[in-house]
C-alpha cells in the first residue's frame, strides 16, 4: 500500500529525516524532498525496511521525480559541540536550506523539531512510514551516508564501516579497542563500555 502523498491537498510539503543519529563515528546526514501531490510509487518506503540495492534504485526516481530535494550533513564537531539531536536538528535544516523551491510546510519524521527557520512544520513519529516524502528524503540521506562511511572505510579499514556505516556494531567496537578511535569518531559518545576501557 502506498504511503500518504501529504497531510493537506495543495500545500508545497517538504519531508524531511536524518541517518546517523546513533552512530559512533562519521556526520549526521539529513535530506528534504518536495514530491509532486499526485506522485506514488509503492517501493518508497522507510529506508530501514529496504534491502540496499532496493534503496539504490530509488535514488534516481526521487531525484527525476521530486519538484525539488536536497542533502545536508552536521559534522563530528558539531554533533561532539552541540550534541546528537540539535546537529540532526542543524543538518535537516541544512537540507531545507539547500532547496531550490521553498516549501509551504514541513514534514519532520520524529517526535521533535527545533530551528530558527520560520516555515511551518509538523513532527510525525515513524513518519518515514507514514508519507512518501519523508520516506524519500529517509532514502536519500541513508544511501548517502552509506557510500560516505564505505569510502571512508577505505582510508580507516578496521572499523567495519563498508558494513555496519558507523553504527556500534561488535566489529566495530573490537576495532577500536585494537586501533583507538580516529577523527570520525564521536568523542562525547561512549565508544566502549566501560570495563572495557579499563582494560581488565
Not at 504511503?3 to 536524518?18: F, I, K, Q, T, V
Not at 513532527?123 to 512510514?129: A, F
Request: glycine content about 6%; overall charge neutral; aromatic content about 8%.
Amino acid at each position: 500500500m502506498p504511503l500518504l502523498p501529504y497531510l493537506e491537498a495543495n500545500r508545497l510539503e517538504a519531508g524531511c529525516d536524518e541517518v546517523g543519529r546513533g552512530c559512533l563515528a562519521g556526520p549526521v546526514v539529513a535530506a528534504a524532498v518536495i514530491l509532486p501531490q499526485d506522485y506514488s510509487n509503492p517501493w518508497i518506503n522507510d529506508s530501514k525496511k529496504l534491502g540496499k540495492t532496493q534503496r539504490e534504485d530509488l535514488i534516481q526516481e526521487i531525484k527525476d521525480k521530486s519538484i525539488s530535494w536536497a542533502i545536508a550533513e552536521a559534522s563530528v564537531a558539531e554533533i561532539d559541540q552541540i550534541n546528537i539531536l540539535n546537529a540532526s536538528f542543524l543538518a535537516m535544516k541544512r537540507a531545507i536550506q539547500l532547496l531550490k523551491v521553498e516549501p509551504e510546510y514541513l514534514l519532520i519524521d520524529g517526535n521533535r523539531w527545533k530551528s530558527d527557520l520560520t516555515l511551518p512544520y509538523s513532527c510525525i513519529i515513524k513518519g518515514d512510514g507514514k508519507f512518501a516524502s519523508i520516506a524519500a528524503a529517509s532514502i536519500l540521506a541513508k544511501v548517502y551516508r552509506d557510500k560516505l562511511m564505505a569510502k571512508l572505510a577505505e582510508e580507516f579499514p578496521y572499523y567495519g564501516w563498508e558494513k555496519n556505516a558507523g553504527y556500534p556494531t561488535k566489529a566495530h567496537r573490537e576495532g577500536i579497542l585494537s586501533q583507538g578511535s580516529t577523527l570520525w569518531h564521536r568523542k562525547s559518545f561512549q565508544l566502549l563500555p566501560k570495563q572495557l576501557e579499563l582494560g581488565f
